[in-house]
């Protein structure tokens, strides 16, 4: 098992339940992340956060956010 995986959360406008994508990759998930800096991402969400979650410590660290 790897020691962090990578999450990509999308804090909705609509009230509905947060999106969330997984990652191993550090690299793709900080692409997948740079994918939504662009005006359309303000008309769905309220903020878009990168975040870290190391498995043996079980510490969780935020690496970018991105509020609209």
Avoid: N, V
Wanted: include cysteine; glycine fraction near 2%.
């Amino acid at each position: 098992m790897e020691r962090y995986t990578y999450e990509i959360t999308f804090t909705r406008l609509d009230g509905q339940p947060d999106e969330i994508q997984q990652h191993t990759s550090e690299e793709l998930a900080r692409e997948c992340f740079r994918l939504f800096d662009e005006p359309d991402s303000a008309e769905m969400y309220s903020k878009i956060e990168l975040s870290r979650h190391d498995w043996e410590t079980g510490m969780d660290e935020i690496l970018e956010t991105m509020t609209f």
